[in-house]
């Protein structure tokens, strides 16, 4: 089958976040024709359309991973009820110069978590919403809330909860045959 090089962004720098522990059981145990490389976003000055008289080479690179990709995954935890700015800002660089978005047309999925109950649910649709305003194409279904996250991985990051681990399998399934469906590929 073939290959989908899929960008991975994590809205969480910390050094030992969950969200980036469920990014990596999902490329783990996502179709193995979807190539996840994880784009790190923590270099990305602040967007200023002031620079880009002289582009940052953080700006330049973050653009050209993604602009080689053929699809976008966020996993992101909530901060005040909203996305994390680290994630929204690589959005808004990726977005400019104006009408050179690296954005637009590419499939997307995207994935919350949270320590509480709720998912992560306000930085979920609030990230739906920017990326549908860059033209992204997102995943409607299955939605995907990690609630209680820590909890579904040991001390080493590895993913123990086997319940989680069906629903992150069936989720990277729904997301190839998404990708496929918006890339036209033949089945
Ligand atoms: C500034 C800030 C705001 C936060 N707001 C929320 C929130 O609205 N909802 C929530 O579930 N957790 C919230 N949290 C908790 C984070 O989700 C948690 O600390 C952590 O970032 C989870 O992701 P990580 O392990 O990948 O870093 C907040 C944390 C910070 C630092």
Redesign the pocket.
Known sequence: MQKINVSVL???L?R?????KLAKAIAALAPSHLELDFVELGELPLYNEDLEQDPPAAFTRFRSAIAASQAVLFVT??????V?GLLKNAIDVGSRPWGKSVWSGKPAAVVS????M?G?L??HHQLRQVAAGVNLSTMPHPEAYISN??SSFNEAGELTNAATGEFLTAFGRAFADWIALQLRLPA
């Open positions: 994590v809205g969480s910390r030992q976040s969950v969200s980036r935890p909530e901060y005040n009820r909203g994390p978590m949270s320590y509480g709720l992560g306000g930085a996250a820590p």
